[in-house]
């Protein structure tokens, strides 16, 4: 099947919410372990700060939280001059020279430094400094921003202890922080590039290990949208009756009305009532209490684009994303590829996830996160046609997003090696890629392999990756995916999430 068709599937099927996208296409990088650190992405500078690097990484300093722990008298001015120099204007203009026009910004919910629960938890202050800064930054610049909850409240797995409990404490506490970014998305001049929230990065791929999660998306959604009712934006097919007492000069007051008269599902109203005085102690700090207190709603500005992990990324029963869409909704998906390099341009060339996930809603799609890593000894001619290849399929949807905009290049990641597959910036100097986003050397790269047989071997995505095959939505399908071959990128230093 042609990616003319692919596309063209996409947009007859809807037209309304690629409108709500504010680029025809999205080419992207990820600002990660920018506001939330990756060890295994500057080694050097880790141990620099004064982190750890183990093979096990819950037995040494290997995480802020560890980190925090290890040195609460310093931990703030550490992380304060990380913040300042990861991520520069300077950068910022190289991508936008090179045609980028999207940023996807990870985040821990400790942005919102009233989420942590201390003395328990215990993470750097101060990043929402940087975060209004680097906003203000790609506001001047024209591009355009998701913000991307990556890590959320709580610890998921034993071995990744950066990651969410799926409780109902956790799940508040996500949807207050859903409630703070709504509110300073559409109120803080600094965040006017947001386009979209990313509820969850990765979750559990195991949907039987995630109870509550359909409600979560749902919730979510609707947290979003209760905002932005009561800013009086208009989102399409949604219209929650509003009274017309409601004070229109005053938000916060507009919340703590909406709440007592309850005129929201239980779970949002007690997000919206616990926003609030985080909210206020925010407009105290960076200086627009009046925003928030006396000035007249801007309801010109156009509603979020909430956005989730496709449905494919979990198997066993899965909740449809899609399920809980009200407005403009995207789609993520990340794709990591292990295994035989051969076979990796024929595997992506034939790549059906677009259209299944037309079929079921999850619909636009873009995908979130790729590199060039192969996980095995690649040569630079390779990794040209990889690039290509990816940029491709990946095209074939609403954009894509690639992980990572730099990487360190230090003794300890083998000179340039790490950033030659993780960097944007560095393939771009290297010429594994285009200087312009939307270029390829070869966009026929995948021509030839269209349509092969799936009877041949193919190579699959890594463990943190999503399922190779259809979602699994039918109940006569296997309810587990095959065994998928981990590679080196999955729970090591390389590429180690921080999801819910």
Known sequence: MSGLFWFSLLVALVPQVFAQLP??????????????????????????????????????????????????????????????????????????NAGINTLRIPLGYWIVEALVERPAENYPRGGLDYLRRGLG????????????????????????????????????????????????SHLDPQFSSVFAIEAVN???RDA??????????????????????????????????????????NFTATLQQACSLSLFDADVVDA??????????????????DTLTSEPFNSGRSPLVTNFMDISWQYDNPPNPANAAIGPQGYDNHLYYSGNKCMFIINLSDLQRIQNDTVLGDSPLWFGEWGLATQCDASDSFLKQWGDA???????SA?????????????????????????????????????????????NVCQPYINETSSKSRSVPAEDAAVASAPVVNPSMPSKPPPLKLSDHGRRLVKKHYSF
């Not at 913000?147 to 990744?160: E, K, R």
């Not at 508040?172 to 970014?181: C, D, I, N, S």
């Not at 399409?236 to 004070?247: A, D, E, H, I, R």
């Open 208 to 249: 039987s290990q995630t109870p509550g999660y359909g409600d979560f998306q749902k919730n979510f959604v609707k947290t979003v949208r209760a905002i932005e009712a009561l800013l009086g934006i208009q989102v399409t097919g949604y219209n929650p009756n509003l009274p017309v007492s409601l004070p229109t000069t």
């Open 272 to 289: 919206l009532l616990d926003a609030i005085p985080i909210l206020s102690g925010i407009g105290l700090q960076y200086g627009f209490t």
């Open 23 to 96: 680029v025809e296409k999205i080419y992207g990088v990820n600002l990660g372990s920018w506001l939330l650190l990756e060890p295994w992405m500057l080694p050097q500078g880790w141990t620099d700060m004064g982190g750890q690097i183990c093979a096990d990484c819950s037995q040494c300093i290997e995480s802020e939280f560890a980190f925090a722990m290890a040195y609460p008298d310093t931990v703030d001015q550490t992380f304060a001059k990380h913040w300042d120099s990861w991520f520069t204007q300077s950068d910022l203009q190289d991508l936008k």
């Open 399 to 443: 954009g894509w997003i690639y992980w990572n905009f730099k990487a360190e290049i230090s003794n300890l990641t083998n000179g340039r090696e790490l950033a030659r597959q993780w960097s944007y910036l560095e393939a771009l100097n290297m010429d594994l890629l285009p200087q312009n986003a939307a270029s390829y050397y070869d966009d």
């Open 390 to 396: 990816q940029k491709w399929a990946y095209g074939q």
């Open 137 to 184: 930054w790609v506001r001047d610049s024209g591009m355009h921003v998701i913000l991307d909850h990556h890590a959320l409240p709580g610890v998921q797995t034993p071995d990744l202890e950066f990651t969410g409990q799926y409780t109902p404490h956790n799940y508040h506490r996500a949807l207050v922080w859903t409630a703070v970014m709504t509110t300073l």
């Open 202 to 204: 990765e979750p559990i």
